[in-house]
């Protein structure tokens, strides 16, 4: 499996330089680190995904020696190595333009990372289950839209939450978002199982 998923990161080769100058672009304009590290690991990933359809890479993945469990889980865990590597990325860069990190920037980190867990818990059984190149770039558009909706909606919904004291209220911060990580990751493994029987009934063509 850990081959796939570096042929998952492998795959984009010089476009990574690309995906480095929108994620600086939207940086630059001062755009919040959620929206930024969600947006860019929605493009990153759903690429990967567009390219190995357009390719009928899946033929030849099952020709070689890996089970279908392996080809799905190396697509689950590179959306995670992915976001990582945007979230790394932005905080490497944020003390350049903001002269330091700011004490919300954790938040928005781990908010990210939790948005980019249930959108793809969401949407990636739908993607194998409807998983066809005639229709495969209007459901990575969706995608990519349903995650900057929820960049936008987890943030504000935060933000609402936290100036009408609901959150201090009822729980710390970090109580919250760890809360929020655990269901997060439930969902995601239960997205993984269900997207491993759904590969394994597809006729591969």
């Not at 759903?46 to 890479?57: K, L, R, T």
């Not at 899946?58 to 889980?73: D, M, Q, T, Y």
């Not at 969706?142 to 100036?163: E, K, P, R, T």
Request: glycine share 4%; with cysteine.
């Amino acid at each position: 499996m850990l081959q796939l998923i570096k042929k998952d990161i492998a795959i984009h080769k010089f476009q990574w330089l690309m995906y480095f100058a929108m994620l600086l672009f939207f940086m630059f304009l001062d755009k919040d680190a959620i929206f930024i590290i969600a947006l860019m690991s929605a493009i990153i990933t759903m690429n990967a995904f567009y390219a190995d359809e357009q390719a009928n890479g899946h033929k030849l993945w099952n020709a070689l020696p890996f089970i279908r469990s392996e080809i799905v889980g190396a697509r689950y865990s590179s959306l995670l190595v992915v976001t990582i590597i945007c979230m790394s990325t932005v905080m490497m860069i944020e003390p350049i333009f903001k002269g330091g990190w700011e004490l919300s920037l954790w938040k928005e980190l781990i908010g990210s990372f939790v948005l980019m867990m249930l959108s793809g818990a969401l949407c990636f059984p739908i993607f194998y289950w409807l998983s066809q190149r005639n229709v495969i770039f209007v459901l990575l558009i969706l995608y990519i839209l349903i995650v900057i909706a929820g960049a936008y909606s987890f943030y504000y919904l935060y933000l609402y939450l936290s100036d009408t004291l609901i959150i201090p209220q009822t729980l710390s911060d970090g109580k919250l978002f760890g809360f929020g990580l655990l269901i997060a990751l439930c969902l995601y493994m239960l997205s993984w199982r269900l997207s491993i029987k759904i590969y394994k009934a597809r006729e591969i063509l």
